[in-house]
């Protein structure tokens, strides 16, 4: 894999934040940035992921855990805002991962830009929201359902993107592109099953520095169908995209990333087996890194340890055919608390 343009301050662009609802009105502070993206979980009861994002607004909500459509949430209720060092949530009424009152709720936040810009480097014109810096950005766009390229903002090519058709009255599989998975296949956010062979989804093709393809897949570009598209592209010191294979033991894989992981989001694509997701704020002792499932709605699950999170990438601790089955292959993405070496290649104990 490769990386360009490092970032020396990874909580700049990516930060979790944890908090406890109340079931009415409260501002969560602390994040560092205005986030344009942010993904909810309520860790102690079984929930629903909550996705919003700038581009969309505050009332669009998706969810992870489900294929059902793009939600539209009454004025007032569940998400309120996006603001200068974090958000507002209100009293939820569809969504109890934004603010149940004393729950604990965990939001992953990314930056993009804060603002949002047509983009007319595909067939497509998209708007997007795109930080060239982190490798990150928001793409929206509207389907033509015959092959076509969308702009994704971005100076360099996505290793990843996660992909939603948003239309209110159709159910639909997230889509997932993975560089590790191919262009010709696809893995569904929302199911534990595994990689499946898709060449319509991303048209068999290879993401550019300025453009994905598509192909007629419904599911990626049905005819004036709307989506929404998360769009990821690896830096030095600050996010990692990549590949492993289990090998069955409690002294497991070692994955290096080049940073201390602040978020670990792993799936096995040879078999079925749960999305994880660990982060470095619900932390308990390594290995006993409590976990959530995008694909499943349930409570945080801490019963057995599986992954240690380490200066320079993160172990593998457990035989789970989810993140660790002798032979098994798996994707991760990953995004950083702190990196191994700085942009210049200084280690950071060196500073």
């Given at each position: 894999?490769?990386?360009?343009?490092?970032?020396?301050?990874?909580?700049?662009?990516?930060?979790?934040?944890?908090?406890?609802?109340?079931?009415?009105?409260?501002?969560?502070?602390?994040?560092?940035?205005?986030?344009?993206?942010?993904?909810?979980?309520?860790?102690?009861?079984?929930?629903?992921?909550?996705?919003?994002?700038?581009?969309?607004?505050?009332?669009?909500?998706?969810?992870?855990?489900?294929?059902?459509?793009?939600?539209?949430?009454?004025?007032?209720?569940?998400?309120?805002?996006?603001?200068?060092?974090?958000?507002?949530?209100?009293?939820?009424?569809?969504?109890?991962?934004?603010?149940?009152?004393?729950?604990?709720?965990?939001?992953?936040?990314?930056?993009?830009s804060n603002t949002t810009a047509s983009n007319t480097d595909g067939s497509i014109t998209s708007t997007v929201s795109?930080?060239?810096?982190?490798?990150?950005?928001?793409?929206?766009?509207?389907?033509?359902?015959?092959?076509?390229?969308?702009?994704?903002?971005?100076?360099?090519?996505?290793?990843?993107?996660?992909?939603?058709?948003?239309?209110?009255?159709?159910?639909?599989?997230?889509?997932?592109?993975?560089?590790?998975?191919g262009n010709n296949k696809v893995l569904y956010l929302d199911t534990t099953g595994a990689q499946v062979s898709d060449?319509?989804?991303?048209?068999?093709?290879?993401?550019?520095?300025?453009?994905?393809?598509?192909?007629?897949?419904?599911?990626?570009?049905?005819?004036?169908?709307?989506?929404?598209?998360?769009?990821?592209?690896?830096?030095?010191?600050?996010?990692?995209?990549?590949?492993?294979?289990?090998?069955?033991?409690?002294?497991?894989?070692?994955?290096?990333t080049g940073m201390r992981p602040a978020f670990i989001m792993i799936k096995r694509t040879d078999s079925t087996g749960?999305?994880?997701?660990?982060?470095?704020?619900?932390?308990?002792?390594?290995?006993?890194?409590?976990?959530?499932?995008?694909?499943?709605?349930?409570?945080?699950?801490?019963?057995?340890?599986?992954?240690?999170?380490?200066?320079?990438?993160?172990?593998?601790?457990?035989?789970?055919?989810?993140?660790?089955?002798?032979?098994?292959?798996?994707?991760?993405?990953?995004?950083?608390?702190?990196?191994?070496?700085?942009?210049?290649?200084?280690?950071?104990?060196?500073?």
């Open positions: 894999m490769s990386y360009t343009n490092g970032l020396d301050k990874p909580s700049e662009y990516f930060n979790t934040k944890l908090y406890t609802g109340s079931g009415s009105t409260q501002s969560i502070t602390g994040v560092g940035f205005q986030p344009d993206w942010i993904w909810f979980k309520n860790r102690t009861d079984a929930r629903a992921h909550a996705l919003v994002d700038f581009i969309r607004g505050t009332n669009k909500v998706l969810r992870s855990d489900s294929n059902v459509a793009e939600a539209t949430t009454t004025a007032g209720r569940d998400f309120e805002s996006f603001d200068s060092d974090g958000f507002t949530v209100n009293n939820p009424l569809a969504f109890n991962s934004f603010n149940e009152s004393g729950d604990n709720i965990v939001a992953w936040n990314w930056l993009a795109a930080n060239t810096t982190s490798g990150f950005s928001i793409v929206s766009y509207t389907g033509t359902g015959a092959n076509a390229t969308v702009g994704h903002g971005l100076s360099s090519a996505p290793k990843m993107i996660i992909l939603k058709e948003r239309n209110p009255t159709t159910t639909r599989n997230w889509r997932v592109y993975h560089e590790d998975v060449s319509t989804a991303f048209n068999s093709t290879t993401p550019t520095s300025s453009v994905f393809s598509l192909g007629s897949s419904v599911g990626t570009n049905g005819n004036t169908k709307n989506y929404i598209a998360y769009c990821f592209s690896p830096k030095s010191g600050y996010s990692s995209m990549g590949k492993y294979t289990g090998n069955g033991s409690t002294d497991g894989t070692f994955v290096y749960n999305w994880n997701t660990i982060d470095n704020k619900r932390l308990g002792r390594n290995p006993n890194n409590p976990r959530l499932y995008p694909n499943d709605s349930g409570a945080e699950d801490s019963a057995d340890a599986t992954t240690d999170i380490l200066s320079n990438g993160f172990k593998l601790r457990a035989t789970s055919q989810y993140v660790n089955f002798s032979g098994g292959s798996y994707i991760y993405m990953a995004f950083a608390e702190s990196p191994f070496t700085t942009s210049t290649g200084i280690p950071t104990t060196a500073r």
